[in-house]
């Protein structure tokens, strides 16, 4: 029999393997503290628990999400971490997390409860048995830096710890008139650099002469760099930002996600591979009866080219 607990009512040490053994993240006690102290996303209970006897069988976590609607500031719920020991699969243990999830989630006022996914990992098909509409897919494009527009004027570096709230100010200042997760807990970066989320070497400011434009999360990995999320003041352009970013990385190659139509087409322009467009998803599904995914999508412009996303919003 399944039983369902919160983290301050199961072994941690047991929620540690788990962990390890199925999303390969080290959630030890210090790091639930951490996040707990710096991060004001996760519900009181921090994560759900399927315990079969003694045995911590499954791992659901929770969050509410700073959000922006039309109507205005907004939170919708989150899911995070989801995880079910090899030994209790296919005996309904992430059915009856999630449905324990979506209760707390409703009692505390949510209509929505959302994620971010693989179309091909097995859990996407849980997801969309338990209600979540797949409503976004960000693209990922690859070729050569060379191929880029050079903008000698628009220069990259690495943030550094001690640059951190830079980037939040200049998200504050590029997320305004935007819909989704248009809207963020501060310090934001300092708390994943923290949490060894996000390496501040990994995130690096753009600039134009003195002028901060932009941030993006890029990491060099030999002659590719690898940028997974890139923000950008709305006059420049995203192919002379990762063409400024390569060139301070010295790479020959660019691997790119891009949640943008404009951008995408810039870059396919250039000449880049779309090498994935559709595996990704962000998925939301409706908490309440009078809620559906079309209400979702206006809500947060996903019509209209408003919305705001990126991997370090979305759980």
Excluded at 1 to 16: G, S, T
Excluded at 133 to 156: F, T, Y
């Amino acid at each position: 029999m399944i039983r369902i607990a919160e983290y301050d009512d199961v072994d941690p040490l047991q929620v540690l393997h788990l962990n390890l053994m199925c999303l390969g993240f080290a959630l030890t006690p210090e790091l639930v503290a951490l996040i707990r102290r710096m991060d004001p996303r996760p519900f009181p209970c921090f994560a759900l628990y399927a315990q079969v006897g003694a045995t911590v069988a499954g791992q659901v976590g929770v969050f509410r999400l700073p959000v922006v609607s039309v109507a205005g500031a907004a939170e919708v719920g989150g899911i995070w971490a989801v995880a079910t020991h090899p030994e209790y699969q296919q005996r309904g243990v992430a059915t009856q997390l999630l449905a324990a999830a979506h209760a707390r989630m409703r009692a505390a006022g949510l209509r929505f409860s959302t994620l971010g996914t693989d179309r091909y990992r097995v859990a996407h098909a849980l997801y969309r048995q338990q209600g979540y509409s797949d409503l976004h897919s960000p693209a990922i494009v690859v070729g050569r830096s060379d191929a880029l527009p050079d903008r000698p004027e628009i220069r990259a570096e690495p943030a550094g710890a001690d640059r951190l709230d830079l980037a939040d100010r200049l998200f504050e200042r590029s997320a305004a008139g935007r819909l989704g997760f248009a809207r963020r807990h501060t310090p934001f970066f300092a708390f994943l650099h923290a949490r060894r989320y996000l390496d501040a070497q990994a995130l690096w400011l753009l600039w134009r002469d003195n002028e901060l434009i932009g941030y993006a999360a890029a990491t060099a990995r030999g002659s590719l760099l690898e940028v997974t999320n890139l923000l950008l003041t709305d006059a420049t352009a995203a192919t002379a930002a990762t063409k400024a970013l390569a060139r301070a990385a010295k790479t020959q190659y660019v691997c790119a996600r891009l949640d943008q139509a404009d951008d995408i087409q810039a870059f396919a322009q250039a000449g880049f591979h779309l090498a994935n467009q559709g595996w990704g998803t962000f998925m939301a599904k409706p908490l309440t009866a009078d809620a559906t995914p079309a209400e979702f999508s206006q809500l947060y412009g996903l019509e209209e080219g408003r919305f705001l996303l990126s991997f370090m919003d979305v759980t």
